[in-house]
């Protein structure tokens, strides 16, 4: 026998002999008696209240020509009070009885935090809530808005000691389930989407929302909903571009010191395995915890400065470039090399070429618009916009060829080139006329010989004939002057007159030097093309 009942067994007798010589009547004792119980005994305030009745035999008794009445076989007997149902015959109970009588307002409240018990008794820590989450549709990012649609099951568990009836009903091994009722009677954390644009429970409240209580305490819920969730996507690859899009969950109203999340260690994370996606794939999905920091220029958690525990799970989306290769990269190099057939045609079939350099140009930018319609006006560049700004420059480039060629052709005078190669000819037809004719000038004048190369001749000297002799010379002065003049010709047949034959200038036609810049157009263009595609799939795969 504890302190406690002594105390209460000698306030009844105290009471009994005052209702005996008649001082205070049996309502007032039995109220005084419930009152100082439930005072006396501490936590009955969480238990259950009491009520005390008193019982047994009056009898009347004259003293001193007085009669006083005395309660003789003295019964006192405590009941539950009306208003908090008794858990004893918790076994016999059906699952929405136990659940009433367990979420009664004398003993529950769900506006409280669920107190953390150790070893039976209550710690100050913060609540441990695990979550789970199993994501079935995952609909493609829209790239124009930034987001992504997720439809998905979010599982919160967690202990409620509140809410354990294994005391009460040994035996009773099931668990309570019921749908969004039971989740109504009791407390459950506040957890919402920190990046959600909107989100809402799929289909009817009673068919989406499961709650299970288990004999101990440990509250499951289940939520099946759809939520739209801003991803900030990075489009610097685009159409090659890989996404992180991130899903975090927080604390709504406790923060990290009353209520800490984790994920379950067995599979916190799943997907649907039918679940497929158009125009990204799957490759990867991670988790993480952490906590946030909130101040007063956070209002997510309702102005309330502190830090909340936080919950993320991040998913790693490829973009499938099938449909890109096909609709886009593909048609976009036949309209580039469709342009390049303006090379075959000649220099004077104006309507041709023009309709066909316009024709491909527009036909290209028409379908570089098609795809650029649905990506958001971002300000750095993209690699789409690079492959869009290269082939828009080798079918332009076909055009200005075209008008180049075509105004050559219309040329009337011919055009003196030093040598027959891409170099002179150039140089020739793009240098203007009179500057042109005073380079030549310049040129005969430096290949001609210098004064100082030519022999003189000097008189000879007259040769004198003796009279008498036999054999006269042969030689007159007439001769010797032939004499020289023919070696003063032979030595201009010399080097230097062979220099001066080779440096003669040739000339070509307003015609041949049109022909002649598309045959190298026909090469120079495919090749420089090919070497564009090549820097841009290395760096589209390589960097």
Same mark, same amino acid.
């Given at each position: 026998m504890n302190k406690y009942s002594i105390v209460i067994i000698l306030l009844i007798c105290f009471l009994g002999w005052t209702v005996a010589v008649g001082s205070i009547n049996v309502n007032t004792v039995t109220g005084v008696l419930a009152s100082t119980i439930n005072s006396t005994i501490p936590g009955r305030e969480n238990i259950e209240k009491l009520r005390v009745a008193l019982s047994g035999t009056v009898n009347s008794v004259?003293?001193? @020509?007085?009669t006083y009445s005395i309660l003789t076989d003295l019964n006192v007997t405590r009941s539950a009070d009306e208003t908090c149902p008794s858990l004893d015959d918790a076994a016999q109970l059906t699952q929405t009885q136990l659940i009433n009588r367990l979420t009664a307002s004398c003993r529950y409240d769900r506006l409280e935090r669920p107190n953390v018990m150790e070893n039976g008794s209550i710690v100050d820590a913060p609540l441990d809530v695990f979550v789970r989450v199993y994501i079935y549709v995952l609909q493609n990012l829209d790239s124009s808005d930034l987001q992504f649609k997720m439809h998905g099951l979010v599982q919160l568990r967690y202990k409620d000691p509140r809410l354990a009836f294994d005391e009460y009903a040994p035996n009773r091994k099931q668990s309570i389930l019921g749908e969004s009722k039971l989740r109504e009677l009791i407390w459950v954390p506040h957890i919402f989407l920190a990046n959600e644009h909107d989100s809402s429970v799929l289909g009817t409240? @009673? !068919?989406? +929302?499961?709650t299970s209580i288990n004999p101990d305490g440990t509250v499951i819920t289940s939520s099946r909903i759809q939520a739209t969730l801003y991803c900030w996507m990075k489009l610097q690859k685009f159409p090659f571009d890989e996404q992180y899009c991130p899903t975090v969950l927080e604390s709504w109203m406790y923060n990290a010191t009353e209520l800490r999340l984790y994920w379950e260690d067995n599979a916190p994370l799943t997907f649907d395995p039918k679940m497929h996606l158009t125009e990204y794939a799957l490759e990867n999905a991670w988790t993480n915890e952490t906590i946030i920091n909130a101040d007063l220029n956070d209002l997510r958690h309702g102005a309330f400065a502190g830090n909340y525990s936080s919950l993320s799970f991040t998913v790693h989306l490829v973009r499938e470039v099938g449909y890109y290769v096909m609709d886009y990269f593909l048609p976009s190099i036949m309209i580039v090399a469709i342009s390049w057939v303006s090379f075959w045609?000649?220099? #004077?079939? $104006?309507?041709?070429r023009t309709t066909l350099g316009c024709t491909t140009l527009l036909s *290209?930018? $028409?379908?570089?618009? =098609?795809? @650029?319609?649905?990506l958001p !006006?971002? =300000?750095? +560049?993209k690699v789409s916009e690079v492959w869009f700004l290269g082939c828009t420059f080798f079918i332009f480039g076909s055009l200005v060829e075209f008008a180049f060629v075509n105004t050559i052709w219309r040329r009337k005078n011919s055009v003196e080139v030093k040598k027959v190669k891409s170099k002179y000819i150039l140089k020739s037809t793009l240098t203007p006329r009179m500057k042109r004719h005073k380079m030549i000038d310049n040129e005969r004048q430096q290949a001609r010989p210098p004064c100082d190369r030519f022999l003189s001749v000097d008189t000879p000297s007259p040769i004198i004939i003796t009279v008498g002799d036999e054999t006269p010379n042969k030689f007159t002065s007439s001769d010797s002057i032939a004499t020289i003049t023919s070696s003063v010709d #032979?030595? *201009? =047949? #010399?080097?230097?007159? !062979?220099? $001066?034959e080779n440096h003669s200038w040739s000339t070509m036609t307003p015609h041949e030097v049109s022909l002649w810049i598309d045959r190298k157009a026909r090469f120079l263009f495919p090749v420089a093309f090919i070497i564009f595609n090549a820097f841009y799939w290395t760096f589209v795969y390589c960097l």
């Open positions: 004259p003293v001193n @020509e007085s409240s @009673e !068919k989406d +929302i499961l045609l000649q220099a #004077d079939q $104006t309507p041709a *290209f930018i $028409t379908l570089a618009s =098609s795809q @650029e319609n649905n !006006k971002v =300000s750095y +560049i #032979d030595n *201009f =047949s #010399d080097p230097d007159n !062979k220099r $001066t």
